[in-house]
C-alpha cells in the first residue's frame, strides 16, 4: 500500500501513460509500464494522494491497473477506449543524456479529449503532464482554482505549438523543461538567459533538468541549484524527469507549503525520487521503493551538498 503523510493534499496529474521498449547500453526491455503521467504519480504517490487523468486502450492489463491502486493512485481519470495504449520506443547512446525515439504510437491519444471528473477537479496540485498545450489549456480550465499548477513539455510542442504554449505559460507556477527545451523556448543559448526569458513570457518559476548534472530553480526572487544525486551506475534514464516532478509536487502537496523555501527541499526530493527511478529499467525500481529508503538518500544528499 502507499504510505503517503496523513493531511496531504491531492494531486491530480494529466498525460500518457504507455508502454515503453526501452534501449540503454545496459540493454533492452520490451513493454515496460511508462508514460509520463505513470512516472509522474508513481513518484508522487509517496507523498500525496494523486490521480491520473490519461486515455488508456483495450489492451491495458488489469495486473498494471492494480499495481496503480496498490500505490493507492486514483485511476478514475483513466479513460478505457477502443484502440491501442500510447506506446514508444527510444534508444539511448554512449551518453544517455542523449536519446532518439526510434517509434511512437499515440494509439489512443491521438483522439483524446479530456473530461475530468468532478472530484478530479478539485485537486489544488496540478501537473501538465508532456502533451499538446491545447490539450493541458483544456484540463486546465476545468479546475475551478488550483493552488498549484506545474507544466511540462517537449521540443516537438515547442516547435509545432508555439503559441497555445506561450498562452499557457502565464498561468503555470513551475515549468519544468530540459536545458536543450529552455533554449529552444528561449532562443537563448546560454541556460541563465534562457530562464530569464521565459519568466518574462509568465510562468512564476523555472526548474531546468540537466540531466546527471543536476537541475536549477530560476525565480524573480532568486537562483537555486542542486547536483543530481552521484550514482556508480545510471541504468536508464527513462522517467528521470517525470519523477523528479513527481517527487517535487509529492512533497508540497504533503506539506501543504509551497513557500520558496520548501520548493527548494521539494527540488531536493525530487532529485532523490529520480537518482531511484534510474537504477532500473522504466519504473521498475519504484516497486520495491519505500519511504524509509527515500528519507535516507534525502539525508545522504543533505549531508553531499552541506559545507
Ligand atoms: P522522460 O524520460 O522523463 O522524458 O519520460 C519518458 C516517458 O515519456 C516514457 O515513459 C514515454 O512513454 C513518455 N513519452 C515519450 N515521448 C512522449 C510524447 N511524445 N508524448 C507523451 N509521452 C511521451
Known sequence: MSSTQGGAEPIA????????????????????LGGAATHFA???????????????????????????????????????????TFRWHGRYHEDMNKRDTLHLDLGVFATFAPT????????PYLFLGNIDPVLQRSVLEQFASPR?????????WIAEARAPLEALLS????????????????????????????????????????????????????VFAVPAFPLERVFDPTGA??????????????????SHANLRRAIVYGTVLASFVVEDFGGRRMRTLDRDAIEQRYRQFVALTTF
Open 148 to 156: 498549484l499548477v506545474g507544466l511540462d513539455t517537449m521540443n516537438h
Open 42 to 84: 508513481v513518484a508522487a504517490s509517496f507523498f500525496a494522494p494523486v490521480a491520473l487523468v490519461a486515455p488508456i486502450g483495450d489492451d491495458f492489463p488489469q495486473a498494471a491497473l492494480a499495481y496503480l491502486a496498490e500505490r493507492g493512485i486514483d485511476c478514475t481519470g483513466l479513460e478505457r477506449r477502443a484502440g491501442k
Open 241 to 258: 524527469g517525470d519523477t523528479f516532478a513527481g517527487g517535487m509536487m509529492g512533497h508540497l502537496a504533503a506539506t501543504g507549503d509551497v
Open 171 to 222: 498561468r503555470v507556477d513551475i515549468l519544468v523543461i530540459n536545458d536543450e527545451e529552455a533554449r529552444e523556448l528561449s532562443g537563448e543559448d546560454n541556460i541563465v538567459r534562457a530562464a530569464r526569458r521565459i519568466l518574462g513570457y509568465g510562468a512564476r518559476s523555472i526548474i531546468v533538468k540537466r540531466g546527471e548534472y543536476g537541475a536549477i530553480l530560476f525565480s524573480p526572487e532568486s
Open 13 to 32: 496529474v494529466v498525460g500518457s501513460v504507455a508502454f515503453d521498449t526501452l534501449e540503454t547500453p545496459h540493454g533492452r526491455a520490451d513493454d515496460e
Open 116 to 123: 475530468v471528473h468532478e472530484a478530479i477537479r478539485r485537486a
